[in-house]
């Protein structure tokens, strides 16, 4: 069983050109959840969706961050016309559909290393 | 959720036992403990949770006090490369959103 994929694992984006993020979750998993890093920090959260819907996102930027899970392939994180400070790890999760209680786990893939120039 | 507590290192030798502490006294009845630990560069990888009763699996053991203000999480024989970012989470249902909130965490270093 495939875990989490990431891709690309590292990008590199000159300053104003958009980065495109990609995570396909683990099979049968139909929650995905978007983590960024920056460097020597911790992992905040940034969003949550599920097919076709996104449940919170109360931790993205207000500009220029859009995700998205359609019904079919992956997740896309969108970054337009990134900035330095962009530069980060991004992590995916995915988690298999909840039942009442918060008793199950996320599983991360590898994380896109951005780095912005 | 609840605010965590963890020292911020640890050392521990080789094959002994890594017992990383952690404080939730304002947990609530219904959040559960999880750990999670990240390995340098890599997506975090979940360990272990539990509500109030120990729990076991193969990678390690969580004991969480009779008053769930506390628990500690049990690596019984480290080995080199369990040397990574530890971090301790409480959560709970919230009703439509499921993020896990990372707090700094307890940097363990195995030494041979």
């Known amino acids: 069983n495939a875990g989490v994929m990431q891709n690309p694992r590292h990008l590199v984006r000159r300053r104003g050109q958009e980065a495109r993020l990609r995570c396909s979750p683990m099979k049968g998993h139909s929650h995905v959840y978007w983590y960024r890093q920056l460097p020597e920090e911790g992992l905040k959260f940034m969003v949550y969706l599920q097919k076709e819907n996104i449940i919170d996102e109360s931790g993205m930027p207000k500009e220029r961050f859009s995700a998205e899970f359609p019904k079919e392939g992956p997740s896309i994180l969108r970054i337009q016309q990134v900035v330095r400070g962009d530069s980060a790890a991004y992590f995916c999760?995915?988690?298999?559909?909840?039942?009442?209680?918060?008793?199950?786990?996320?599983?991360f893939g590898p994380g896109t290393r951005l780095t912005v120039t | 959720d609840a605010k965590t507590t963890q020292p911020t290192s640890m050392d521990c030798a080789e094959g002994r036992a890594a017992n990383l502490p952690c404080n939730h006294s304002?947990?609530?009845?219904?959040?559960?403990v999880y750990w999670y630990r990240q390995i340098h560069s890599q997506g975090p990888q979940y360990i272990i949770h539990?509500?109030?009763n120990n729990e076991t699996n193969e990678m390690a053991s969580l004991i969480i006090t009779e008053d769930r203000k506390s628990s500690t999480l049990i690596l019984p024989h480290a080995t080199l490369r369990d040397t990574a970012v530890y971090y301790c989470?409480?959560?709970?249902?919230?009703?439509?959103?499921?993020?896990?909130?990372f707090g700094k965490g307890t940097k363990l270093t195995v030494n041979p």
């Open positions: 539990g509500l109030k």
């Open positions: 989470i409480v959560r709970a249902y919230q009703g439509g959103s499921e993020k896990l909130v």
């Open positions: 304002t947990i609530s009845g219904n959040e559960y």
């Open positions: 999760a995915s988690s298999p559909l909840r039942s009442r209680l918060p008793s199950y786990e996320q599983y």
